[in-house]
Structure formats: structure tokens, C-alpha cells
């Protein structure tokens, strides 16, 4: 059932800052202009991000960063403080889960792949999993229950390269065209100053903002767009079915 029109709360719950921009930033964007409520959270402060900083003051840059790139679309930024490279799924960890989604209450959920090239991100996939079904439930949290909370519309991102870890294209069931929103999701990409030094001499990887240009005009050509987002939608038990995303920004 579309609960969406009573419930205009959407949350990117990723691993990282960056992550919500490089994988959903136009999606986000484009909700943003239909009138709802965003909220990014990250699961860690980033405190691996660097080559150079210690970990209190690269994440202080990063939480900094992701502020402001949410301040764009006047989002919120929530960050439950974990530590890079040790994201687990464990019983203090879904219930910081649990209780971000309580106090938000989101009708959409987007969050990584269930299988991806970092253990962060699927962990976090996990924890997004877990607390978006159970968030609602009044016994799951003892902070209040908002009248809104019900089980959300559930994505997971592409991947980086689009394919798994195996090297299979993964094949999405929801696909947005961002061609308006493009500079904007590169705008708020590029307020994460610091990851471009560090992709550069970890990764190998420069051109920060062009890898992620390029991985937008990919997906694109899937719909004969200049640049878009793709998603797979989770449709198991109690999840609503019916492709959302796709009907507020077809």
C-alpha cells in the first residue's frame, strides 16, 4: 500500500560521508524538490579516510563536510559514531539503528547493496534491514513512537562499477533519471574535500567528481538519459511492493 503522500520523510542510511552523495545524491535531490524531508546518516564518521590525520581530526573534517553538502538540499545529518572497517551488526549497533529511524520515522529507506566490495557497507545494508522493519514496533525502542512509523519503502544502491563482487552487473529494478539534478549531486559531492586525497593514494582512484559523473551517465544509458541513479527495491514480507521511486519520478 503507498503510504507516501501521509509519510514525506526519506532517510539515506549509508556507511560513510560521500556515500549517500556518490550513490543516491540526484535521487535525493530530486526528492528534496518534490517537498520531502531528507535525512542522511552515516553509520561511521569516516575515521579511516585519510593517510595523514589522526581519527579525531579526520572526523571531525568529514562529519563538517557532510553537514554542509546536507545543508544544500536542506537536509539533516545524523552520524551514529562507529568506527571505519569495524562496522558490525551487532546489539548496540541495531539499536542505534533502531532508535535513529524511531526519532525520524522515514517512509523510504535507501541504503547500500546487501553484497558490496566493503564488509561497512554491508553491514550497514544489515542494520538497515533490520531497523527499518522493526523500527515501528513499540516495544523496539523506548524513545516515542511516531504515528507515522510503519515498515518502510526499502532500496539498495548500485554498487561501485555497477556489478558485485563476483563481477556480475547487478540488474536494477529502479532506475531515476537525474539529468537536472547532476551538477547539484556533484556540487554536494564536492564538499567532501578530503576524499579526493585520500581515494588518490589508497584507492589509486583521482578525478573524484568525474568517476562519479561517468557512473551516472553509465546508468543513463540504460533509459536513454543523459545521467541517472539505479536501485534494486527490497519486496520481501510486510515491505510495500509497489515501485515508489519510480512513480513520484518517472
Not at 147 to 169: F, K, N, R, W
Request: net charge negative.
Amino acid at each position: 500500500m503507498n503510504h507516501i503522500s501521509e509519510n514525506k520523510t526519506v532517510l539515506a542510511f549509508m556507511a560513510h560521508p560521500d556515500d549517500a552523495e556518490i550513490f543516491a545524491g540526484g535521487t535525493l535531490v530530486r526528492l528534496h524538490q518534490l517537498g520531502f524531508h531528507i535525512h542522511i546518516a552515516t553509520v561511521s564518521a569516516g575515521d579511516c579516510g585519510t593517510m595523514t590525520q589522526t581519527t579525531q581530526e579526520i572526523s571531525a573534517i568529514r562529519t563538517a563536510e557532510a553537514m554542509r553538502a546536507a545543508a544544500i538540499i536542506k537536509a539533516h545529518y545524523h552520524c551514529l559514531d562507529e568506527r571505519d572497517l569495524r562496522v558490525v551488526f551487532d546489539k548496540p549497533t541495531i539499536q542505534k539503528s533502531i532508535d535513529l529511524m524511531r526519532k525520524i520515522a522515514p517512509g523510504i529507506v535507501i541504503t547500500h547493496p546487501r553484497i558490496d566490495y566493503m564488509m561497512d557497507h554491508e553491514v550497514v545494508s544489515q542494520l538497515a534491514r533490520a531497523a527499518s522493519f522493526g523500527y515501528g514496533a513499540p516495544n523496539a525502542s523506548i524513545l516515542p513512537r511516531l504515528d507515522q512509523s510503519t515498515v518502510p519503502y526499502l532500496y539498495y544502491c548500485d554498487p561501485p562499477d555497477a556489478m558485485d563482487i563476483y563481477g556480475v552487473d547487478v540488474q536494477p529494478t529502479t532506475i531515476i533519471d537525474i539529468t537536472q539534478q547532476l551538477e547539484t549531486k556533484l556540487e554536494m559531492l564536492a564538499c567532501h574535500e578530503s576524499q579526493r586525497n585520500w581515494l588518490r593514494e589508497h584507492h589509486g582512484m583521482d578525478e573524484y567528481l568525474d568517476a562519479v559523473r561517468h557512473a551516472a551517465e553509465n546508468r543513463g544509458k540504460l533509459v536513454d538519459k543523459s545521467a541517472a541513479e539505479a536501485f534494486v527495491q527490497h519486496r520481501g514480507h510486510s515491505y510495500p511492493a509497489d515501485d515508489v521511486l519510480s512513480s513520484l519520478l518517472s
